[in-house]
T-cell receptor, first 116, second 115 residues
Framework: AQKVTQAQTEISVVEKEDVTLDCVYE???????LFWYKQPPSGELVFLIR??????QNEISGRYSWNFQKSTSSFNFTITASQVVDSAVYFC?????????????FGTGTRLLVSP | DTEVTQTPKHLVMGMTNKKSLKCEQH?????MYWYKQKAKKPPELMFV???????INESVPSRFSPECPNSSLLNLHLHALQPEDSALYLC??????????????FGPGTRLTVL
């Protein structure tokens, strides 16, 4: 079974705080991809990052960083020094090989509220 | 350029109306997708077109009819919808369905209200 769990439904922080969004996935495939998307109130899903199952290197992009650990099936996302513009719903998603890499399996999303 | 455009942004229709949603991309992508998203839920896949052929239909009711006239365009024809079909409809495209490094890029969506 393919599944993505985002246990945090909603997180509220004050601007400049660091925040980590958790993502745990389940798959029997050895080849798969993991994604994070941001959905601001406007509705568009914005692609943030893609990671393949063979690359466990952490990645940093500006204030964003991602920690991928196969041993715990987790792909967590940290925002450093959060800003009001980071307020959005964040989805973690799994793209497994057994769907021909066509079907994204989304988590339920984490709503992040950053207040000034 | 990773832009996917969708029109209209908002649509209100009655249950007896026929309307269409339109999606366009000019990234040379060969796979296009329709998703439905209800409030506070993740997107749900409806259809996938790969090289202009329907490759996945997630058991969507026939009142939703997709069409892919060419590799850049994707339409979703709506007929006799129900109020529970009110949702955000998202279009996405990717380089080619089945390509392992594929990333889906999403449009801004059409907010549909069925009265």
């Amino acid at each position: 079974a393919q599944k993505v769990t985002q246990a945090q439904t909603e997180i509220s922080v004050v601007e400049k705080e660091d925040v980590t969004l958790d993502c745990v996935y389940e798959t029997r495939d050895t080849t798969y991809y993991l994604f994070w998307y941001k959905q601001p109130p406007s509705g568009e899903l914005v692609f943030l990052i893609r990671r393949n199952s063979f690359d466990e290197q952490n990645e940093i992009s500006g204030r964003y960083s991602w920690n991928f650990q196969k041993s715990t099936s987790s792909f967590n996302f940290t925002i450093t020094a959060s800003q009001v513009v980071d307020s959005a719903v964040y989805f973690c998603a799994l793209l497994p090989v057994n769907t021909g890499f066509q079907k994204l399996v989304f988590g339920t999303g984490t709503r992040l509220l950053v207040s000034p | 350029d990773t832009e996917v455009t969708q029109t209209p942004k908002h649509l209100v229709m009655g249950m007896t109306n026929k309307k269409s949603l339109k999606c366009e991309q000019h990234m040379g992508h060969r796979a296009m997708y329709w998703y439905k998203q209800k409030a506070k839920k993740p997107p749900e896949l409806m259809f996938v077109y790969s090289y202009e052929k329907l490759s996945i239909n997630e058991s969507v009711p026939s009142r939703f009819s997709p069409e892919c006239p060419n590799s850049s365009l994707l339409n979703l024809h709506l007929h006799a919808l129900q109020p529970e079909d009110s949702a955000l409809y998202l279009c996405a495209s990717s380089q080619g369905a089945g390509v392992s490094t594929d990333t889906q890029y999403f449009g801004p969506g059409t907010r549909l209200t069925v009265l």
